[in-house]
């Protein structure tokens, strides 16, 4: 498949047979995410064996990406089935586990009434319910007023836009969670409510320390992620434009500002980003997706992100197999007519201590781009070099060889790069001849096509990339 924006597809209920994994991952599925906000650790654990089994049996990479839930905050247990919310009036939140009424419920943020100030906005239900704080005992409750009310009902979800938040990215459940991903190699890890780049920076701590080197994802849905956006995309390895709570905390007309920023700047720091939520969610029921979700995902591959995610669509949703068939439909539209979308040329900082690879990675796009060339091939062991040419956007098919096994899963994320396992490494010269030979048989390449290579020289001694190459098929 020619299509280089990639589809994330979240498993569920919907979707967790082998049957229907091995349908959607041969429809299009390139990752599959593991949301830890539902269902038990054998759940997952069932997931992961079954996506590895059909790794093996069809003999192509699907990367897994572990989703943590992070610290959740939601409202208590409301009587009968739900209350009845009168904008004016006030309402008092306790940290006291007690049945909610109009007058009085439960919230399962522990420091909620220390953390909060007066005039702050609370925002329950997805925004809503909108209360706003009148007052605090700084104990255990907190007086707010209704500004725009409605039926409250149990465990409704409650976000806090203006509040600095006291609790840490990683809850206890999460770092369970996280042991599981770590135990199983999981490729990704995203998480969740990250709101400086300090919370990746100590979940990196974390992998390290139990001797992986699985990479990191910061989902940006919280404010203070927008304030503090580079040195996130800095400190992490992927970005995930994570609009469900996003779209609560800020302006709603501010999100499509925010979400181009956010794609723009990853691409210019070579990290992955992928758009989610509610891309094509009313196809979680119906056969085919609004033409305003059409024009949602298209938007997403015109700005040049890595990867489309889908969340119920394909985990709970009625239509698993026609959400992948309508979403690769519309990426591979836009991928052929919109040329605005290739050819990105960020240009090398000198005196990086990578400023070489770089700068070999940047003249590889354009040489391929000058000469029309069908392919750049690279050799990396750690992955580098196709994070650097895959920024680049080259219109040319990006083909990487590597003897690192995992990094073969992990790149499945990444626009436009395909991987194959390669450990023969004899010599440049020899493995440059091999990789055309094996392009030419496998169909990927004809005879005539201009390829363009990179590699580092000595190869044996898998360095750093040093070498540009421009030879045609024969």
């Known amino acids: 498949m020619k299509r280089r924006t990639k589809i994330v597809a979240t498993i569920g209920p919907a979707s967790s047979s082998k049957e229907m994994l091995k349908n959607l991952i041969i429809e299009g599925v390139d990752v599959c995410r593991l949301n830890f906000s539902h269902g038990t650790h054998k759940d997952h654990i069932d997931v992961i064996n079954t996506v590895r089994e059909i790794i093996k049996e069809i003999n192509y990479p699907v990367a897994l990406l572990a989703d943590l839930q992070g610290p959740k905050i939601r409202v208590g247990v409301v009587k009968d ?21 109009a007058k009085k419920v439960s919230i399962t943020y522990d420091t909620f009434p220390q953390d909060v100030r007066a005039g702050e906005r609370v925002l329950v239900d997805d925004g809503k319910i909108m209360l706003e704080v009148v007052s605090s005992n700084f104990k255990d409750e907190v007086v707010l007023k209704i500004l725009h009310g409605g039926i409250l009902s149990s465990k409704k979800g409650v976000n806090l836009p203006n509040t600095k938040i006291s609790q840490p990215s990683l809850t206890p459940k999460d770092r369970e969670d996280l042991e599981l991903a770590l135990k199983y190699d ?10 400086s780049a300090r919370d990746i920076i100590e979940l990196k701590h974390l992998i390290k320390n139990a001797g992986k080197s699985t990479r990191v994802i910061a989902k940006i849905e919280k404010p203070e992620a927008i304030d503090d956006l580079d040195d996130i995309i800095k400190a992490a390895d992927g970005i995930m434009v994570a609009r469900g709570d996003l779209g609560v905390e800020i302006t709603m007309e501010n999100v499509p500002l925010i979400q181009k920023r956010i794609i723009n700047k990853s691409i210019e720091h070579a990290k ?17 997706p609004t033409r305003a979700e059409v024009n949602d995902v298209a938007n997403a591959v015109m700005d040049g992100a890595d990867a489309v995610m889908l ?32 050819a990105r040329e960020i240009e090398p900082i000198k005196n990086q201590s990578r400023f070489i690879t770089d700068s070999i990675c940047f003249d590889a796009c354009r040489l391929s781009k000058r000469t029309n060339s069908k392919a750049i091939v690279t050799m990396t062991n750690s992955g580098y070099t196709a994070f650097k040419i895959s920024s680049q956007r080259p219109e040319a098919r990006i083909f990487v060889y590597s003897g690192n ?52 020289m000595p190869i044996e001694e898998l360095g750093n990339t040093n070498m540009l190459k421009l030879s045609a098929i024969d």
């Open 311 to 342: 969340s119920g669509e394909t985990s709970v949703g009625r239509h698993p197999r026609a959400v992948i068939d309508s979403m690769n439909k519309i990426i591979m539209r836009i991928e052929d007519q919109h040329r605005e979308l290739y």
């Open 405 to 456: 096994k995992k990094l073969l899963t992990t790149l499945c994320l990444v626009w436009g790069v395909k991987t194959f396992f390669y450990d023969k490494m004899v010599s440049t010269d020899h493995t440059i001849e091999d990789i055309k030979y094996m392009l030419k048989k496998s169909g990927y390449l004809i005879e005539g096509d201009l390829i363009v290579n990179t590699a580092s």
């Open 186 to 195: 999981i490729d990704w890890i995203a998480l969740s409510f990250v709101r």
């Open 81 to 101: 089935n739900g209350v009845n919310l009168v904008d004016g009036q006030n309402i008092i939140m306790t940290t006291k586990s007690m049945e909610g009424t």
């Open 272 to 288: 992955p980003v992928i758009v989610a939520t509610q891309m094509m969610e009313s196809m979680i029921d119906n056969i085919s």
